[in-house]
């Protein structure tokens, strides 16, 4: 009698490596025809039912909390790079106090109406600390002269050191809004509207409308002392409004330490700021569609959009059923391909038509923009696919 | 892979064509196999196929996204076979040896007579087995399913996949031996 281990591998011999068999092109034909049918079949009789039905749970595992970290990284840095531009003489006496405090506290309110998100930020000298509304249980000490920042995950007692050095833009956070009144009133553009007393919350202030480089900031001042309470920026991309404005308030400086406290372990980014590729951020767009949007692409691709979107992240990543590592590999290369647009290197602004458009649409631009020395533009479509296209014939 | 399967499942269970109809491209050849394998009839396994796949259709937004997509068709395709099985034991059967008269579309498998009398003597002997043996043994030493697999697929525990494994091989091993010393 032949040995197991013999009958084993002639059964191996007929079944796996010799009988080699490929379906015939009527089979194919006979098995497509019928799955389409009953596609087709599943659709018209309960289309609902085709969605997925698990926008319900929103994800509170730990994995979902360290997918979501490259998210509260790119989110978290939202103020520090906005205002760009040379460092000059303040914008008259509403600016003044602005740049002389040694502290200040003040809220920074993104987007408008029922979307909006609230950024807190007690500030001394170059060193920020920040809370989300949207990003709960996690605080954030940015310091820009050691160019690093620290995101501490209170919930999972897990604290995360991102490099900020290197990158351009990154400068005492109150000249960033110095700059951009200076930046408007060189623009030659540049105009500026007192508007005369407003009321707000029973207050009377003094607003001021300064437009220029496309740009338009308003300032709310106190009439008696000329201090700001409230300064709106508009942009192609983004409104953003700074409220609560307090300067010189009294602040514990250990709130400002980037030790890690103890009990706290450490995460790596995984995210690096100055590594931007055109090609990552491709990919960004493919995970967004695929996997958070469900087959579209967003609405809007704004950091804002990105600080909204923490629990629709969590629940793509769910509905993927992505693994453990899958999530945190997704998760990072999103956050990675978000830099080129976070940083943006490209002349002037980039520009965003995806809402709507469904995953593989080669016929719609969703993206497009300008190089640094190019004269033409690159055009990002529907199915993912980039051009290189001339000025005149750029999406309307 | 698994990445690719996964998004492919995301895809199919948002109603994407294209997502089944390459999940049908990736898996239709292993499938046919394994389905010849176990019914030993290409006419059949083919409507084995066709009829696993319609069927893996209607899970269509409801397909679990965590499991393994091969090991969700291979269990489909054995549940499928096992019940065509079942259904034709008063029937008489097709092999593979008479296939190209009942089945124009099969490319393979090789037509050396060395391999056709393996083959023959093989199908032969597995007929012999109860179909919960012959499923462990093809899934085994066919689809390469460790036992911890199979016990997943079939629902069974690891050791009764063994145990049956082991029972099914030594029939065979019976069998074949008979069948070489005729």
């Known amino acids: 009698m032949r040995p197991a281990r013999d009958t084993e591998r002639h059964i191996r011999n007929v079944y796996a490596d010799g009988l080699k068999v490929t379906t015939g092109a009527d089979l194919d034909k006979r098995v497509l ?24 749970s929103i994800m509170r595992s730990r994995v979902a909390k360290l997918a979501a970290a490259a998210v509260i990284i790119i989110a978290v840095t939202l103020g520090m790079f906005e205002f760009l531009g040379p460092s000059s003489i303040a914008w008259a006496d509403v600016v003044e106090p602005l740049l002389n405090a040694r502290t200040a506290v003040l ?18 000298g170059s060193r920020i600390r920040r809370t989300v509304s949207n990003v709960v249980g996690t605080d954030i000490i940015i310091d820009l002269e050691q160019q690093k ?39 030659p553009d540049f105009s500026v509207e007192n508007q005369g007393p407003q009321e707000i919350d029973g207050a009377e202030y003094i607003v001021f409308v300064a437009n220029g480089d496309s740009q338009t900031i308003t300032i709310w001042a106190d009439p008696e002392t000329a201090v700001p309470v409230r300064v709106e920026h508009r942009t192609p991309n983004m409104q953003i409004a700074c409220e609560n404005m307090q300067f010189d308030v009294e602040l514990d400086e250990a709130r400002f330490s980037m030790e890690v406290p103890e009990g706290y372990g450490t995460r790596d980014a995984g995210i690096d700021f100055k590594d931007s590729s055109e090609s990552g951020f491709v990919e960004t767009l493919r995970i967004w569609a695929e996997i958070i949007e469900d087959g579209h692409f967003p609405d809007g691709i ?26 945190i590999e997704v998760a990072t290369r999103w956050g990675q391909g978000y830099v080129f647009i976070r940083f943006f290197k490209g002349q002037g602004e980039w520009h965003y038509a995806g809402q709507g458009v469904k995953q593989g649409d080669g016929t719609k631009p969703i993206f497009w923009y300008q190089p640094q020395d190019s004269e033409t533009w690159r055009v990002i479509y529907g199915d993912l696919r980039v051009e ?8 309307q | 892979m698994m990445l690719e399967d996964t998004l492919l499942k995301l895809r199919f269970n948002r109603g994407d064509r294209d997502a089944l109809r390459r999940i049908y491209e990736k898996y239709k050849d292993d499938l046919l196999r394994l389905a010849i394998a176990l019914l030993n009839d290409v006419s059949l396994a083919e409507d084995v196929v066709n009829d696993a796949f319609v069927n893996f259709t209607r899970s269509v937004g409801n397909l679990s996204l965590r499991g393994n997509l091969k090991s969700f068709l291979t269990t489909c395709i054995v549940n499928h076979a096992r019940n065509v099985s079942r259904a034709r ?58 036992f911890r697999q199979i016990a997943k697929l079939l629902n069974i525990s690891a050791n009764t996949a063994k145990s049956r494994y082991r029972y099914g091989l030594g029939k065979l091993r019976t069998l074949m031996n008979g069948e070489l010393r005729k």
């Open chain 1, 107 to 124: 809220d920074i309110v993104v987007g408008s109406g029922g979307s909006q998100m609230v950024i807190h930020d007690e500030m001394m």
């Open chain 1, 33 to 56: 025809s019928n799955v389409m049918e009953t596609l087709d079949e599943l659709e018209k009789k309960e289309s609902a039912a085709i969605e997925p039905n698990i926008w319900r």
């Open chain 2, 89 to 146: 034991q008063r029937r008489s059967t097709v092999g593979l040896d008479q296939a190209g008269q009942v089945q124009s579309g099969l490319k393979g498998p090789e037509q050396s007579a060395v391999f056709n009398e393996q083959y023959r003597q093989l199908s032969a002997a597995m007929t012999e087995l109860p179909d919960e043996q012959r499923e462990i043994v093809i899934l085994h030493l066919q689809s390469d399913a460790t």
């Open chain 1, 149 to 187: 920042m620290l995101t501490l995950d209170h919930d999972g007692k897990a604290a995360t050191s991102i490099e900020l050095a290197g990158l351009d833009g990154v400068e005492n956070y109150l000249q960033k809004l110095q700059n951009l009144v200076v930046r408007l009133q060189e623009s």
């Open chain 1, 388 to 395: 290189d296209v001339a000025e005149a014939n750029l999406p």
């Open chain 1, 302 to 327: 704004a950091l804002e959009d990105v600080v909204k979107m923490g629990p629709q992240f969590e629940q793509g990543m769910k509905r993927a059923g992505l693994t453990e590592e899958q999530q």
